[in-house]
C-alpha cells in the first residue's frame, strides 16, 4: 500500500525557512514524478512544485520560484520542499502527492505552514 507523510510544516515568521519533508512507502520514489500542493483557506489547491526522479527536471510556479527548492534522497524515498524567504501568503495546508501518469493519485494527509507578518 502506497502512503506518503508529510512532516516538517510550522509557525514561522516572514523571511524565515522550513524545510518540509514526505516519506514514502510502498513505492519507488525513483520511478515518480513527486509534487508539491498547497491549499490556503478558502482558496483552490495549487501547484507548487514538482521533481522527475529520473533526469531530475524540477518546476516550479511562479509564486514560488528562486525561494523554494524542491529535492528528493532516493536512498531515504523521502522528496523535501526547502522553502526560504517565507511570505504570509505562503500560509497554507502543504501536501506532498505523486504520479506515474497524468494525474497525481497518491497524497500525503498535509502539513499546516503559517506564515506571520
Known amino acids: 500500500q502506497v502512503q506518503l507523510v508529510e512532516s516538517g510544516g510550522g509557525l514561522v515568521q516572514a523571511g524565515g525557512s522550513l524545510r518540509l519533508s514526505c516519506a514514502a512507502s510502498?513505492?519507488?520514489?525513483?520511478?515518480?514524478?513527486m509534487g508539491w500542493f498547497r491549499q490556503a483557506p478558502g482558496k483552490e489547491r495549487e501547484f507548487v512544485a514538482s521533481?522527475?526522479?529520473?533526469?531530475?527536471?524540477?518546476y516550479y510556479s511562479d509564486s514560488v520560484k528562486g525561494r523554494f527548492a524542491i529535492s528528493g534522497d532516493n536512498a531515504k524515498n523521502t522528496g523535501y520542499l526547502q522553502m526560504n524567504s517565507l511570505k504570509p501568503e505562503d500560509t497554507a495546508v502543504y501536501y506532498c502527492?505523486?504520479?506515474?501518469?497524468?494525474?497525481?493519485?497518491?497524497w500525503g494527509q498535509g502539513t499546516q505552514v503559517t506564515v506571520s507578518s
Open positions: 502527492a505523486v504520479r506515474k501518469g497524468v494525474k497525481y493519485d497518491c
Open positions: 521533481i522527475r526522479w529520473s533526469g531530475g527536471s524540477t
Open positions: 510502498g513505492l519507488t520514489f525513483s520511478t515518480y514524478v
